[in-house]
């Protein structure tokens, strides 16, 4: 069974601080890792994606590293602001390019 | 450019009553169109995904159903709705074929209440 898991699930951060988000899957055959942003009610938006032979992508403050032989990606935010507390999703897509499954996500407050 | 439209944004329903759900695709071809659900406080679950017209596929068994009479036109039903089909729902699409890293893009939801 193709799964993506997350942890943690939640997590409180105060403002200007660094945190990582993390993210196992068991899709197979893999295709692309991204790493979605959904604000409370909307639909997701994408920060950055991965693929199979890529070891580190950054966005902004957003790093995403992918180790394909361990099945593991990560979410570094740097120097977090008010703005960025979200549900952040990891998202792996099979090798038809037809699924696209979704871990749990990890809700991300930052606090003042 | 291309846009994507869902609607309604929110709906009240009875159970028992049905349900249709609508989602349309603009500015591209022979998308992929999938529809995901989200309990509160949850993850994405992937319902039905689409490669082609009249193409469905579905990936969890449940009182829904999903139909795609035209191209760029993807809807979400059921015939007797449950307390348990309450939830968020997420229309996406992305570029279909050979385009696999496409990014996917999302609606803006619809917020169903069964009651």
């Known amino acids: 069974k193709n799964q993506v898991e997350q942890s943690p699930q939640s997590l409180i951060i105060l403002e200007g601080k660094n945190c990582t988000l993390q993210c196992n899957y068991t899709v197979s055959p893999f295709s692309n890792l991204r790493w979605y942003k959904q604000d409370t009610g909307r639909g997701p938006v994408s920060l950055t994606i991965?693929?199979?032979?890529?070891n580190t992508k950054s966005n902004g403050r957003y790093t995403a590293t992918l180790d394909a032989d361990t099945k593991q990606s990560s979410l570094h935010i740097t120097a977090s602001q008010l703005s960025d507390s979200a549900s952040y999703l990891c998202v792996v897509s099979d090798s038809s390019a037809s699924k696209i499954i979704f871990g749990s996500g990890t809700r991300l407050s930052i606090r003042p | 450019s291309q846009t994507i439209h869902q609607w309604p944004a929110t709906l009240v329903q009875p159970v028992g009553s049905p349900l249709s759900l609508e989602c349309t695709v603009e500015g591209t071809s022979n998308p992929n169109l999938y529809w995901y659900r989200q309990a509160a406080g949850r993850g994405l679950q992937l319902l039905f995904y689409s490669v082609g017209i009249g193409q469905i596929s579905s990936e969890v068994p449940q009182n829904l159903s999903a139909s795609r009479p035209q191209d760029r036109q993807f809807i979400l039903s059921s015939k007797k709705l449950l307390l348990s089909d309450s939830g968020f729902y997420l229309c996406a699409w992305r570029i279909g074929g050979a385009f696999r890293n496409t990014e996917a893009f999302f609606g803006q939801g619809t917020r169903l209440t069964v009651v």
């Open positions: 991965m693929t199979f032979s890529e």
